[in-house]
């Protein structure tokens, strides 16, 4: 964990460079900026293993900069909240924010919080690392995640939910790796405000009635009792 890198976002001084300071005194790699431009550049050009995010800045505020972070990288985001900000909490958990934290928020908190996202990333299994904006082929199916679409056999499209989507996608891209509960709700949608084990069981249910020819013996997405589900298929780039 000592070689974690960690961004903290927040346009107040006081705030931002006393935190820093006890995060690197526990080991951490840690860069500030200021705003979401500063944040964004440094994004561009380093590597960053999470995010604390200040919600309430000037200019662009935090939730805009998370959904930048969340379409374009995959790193965890903790937001930094008021504490009387419920709707702030929300939609920050709804973007795909990870964990949030209240202000005014106890440092040592904050480094718990820390340490279980770092962990709980790096326990994810590595997934296809050229899958982002291709067309994935899996038995009679096709999955463009550049234009997040599904396609049989006849190129015809298959409607797919937002939800549906990112599910399929995690397991197109850990294919016959056996992916827990717990880490698909990590690679779909992080801790979302209304995610538990039940909403996967549900999606993957959804999922089995487009994709299986028979969803009451499924073929493709397995469930691994005790495990969580598989991907039971090859899967290959297509142009």
């Keep these: ?41 440094l994004l561009a050009n380093a590597a960053v293993d999470l995010v604390v995010l200040d919600v309430m800045m000037p200019g662009e505020d935090g939730l805009s900069l998370c959904r930048h972070i969340r379409e374009a990288y995959d790193t965890p985001v903790i937001l930094l909240t008021a504490l009387a900000e419920r709707t702030d909490r929300i939609v920050g958990l709804e973007i795909g924010a990870d964990d949030y934290v209240t202000k005014p928020f106890d440092p040592r908190e904050l480094l718990a919080r820390v340490k279980n996202l770092l962990r709980r990333s ?90 299986e020819r028979d969803p009451s013996a499924p073929a493709l997405l397995k469930t691994v009792w005790g495990g969580g589900y598989v991907l039971a298929a090859d899967v290959r780039t297509v142009p």
Excluded at 15 to 34: C, E, G, M, N, T
Excluded at 181 to 192: A, E
């Design 1 to 41: 964990m000592d070689d974690a890198h960690v961004l903290v976002v927040d346009d107040h001084r006081d705030i931002r460079d006393p935190l820093a300071a006890y995060l690197k005194r526990h080991d951490l790699r840690v860069s500030i900026a200021a705003d979401a431009a500063a944040a964004r550049a």
């Design 122 to 211: 790096r326990a994810l299994p590595r997934g296809r690392d050229e899958a982002d904006g291709r067309r994935l082929a899996f038995d009679r199916w096709t999955l463009d995640t550049g234009r997040r679409e599904l396609f049989d056999e006849t190129d015809t499209a298959v409607a797919l939910s937002t939800a549906e989507f990112r599910l399929l996608a995690a397991l197109v891209r850990h294919p016959r790796v056996v992916l827990s509960r717990d880490q698909l709700l990590d690679l779909t949608s992080g801790r979302t405000a209304e995610a538990f084990d039940r909403s996967i069981d549900n999606q993957v249910s959804r999922l089995r009635r487009k994709l």
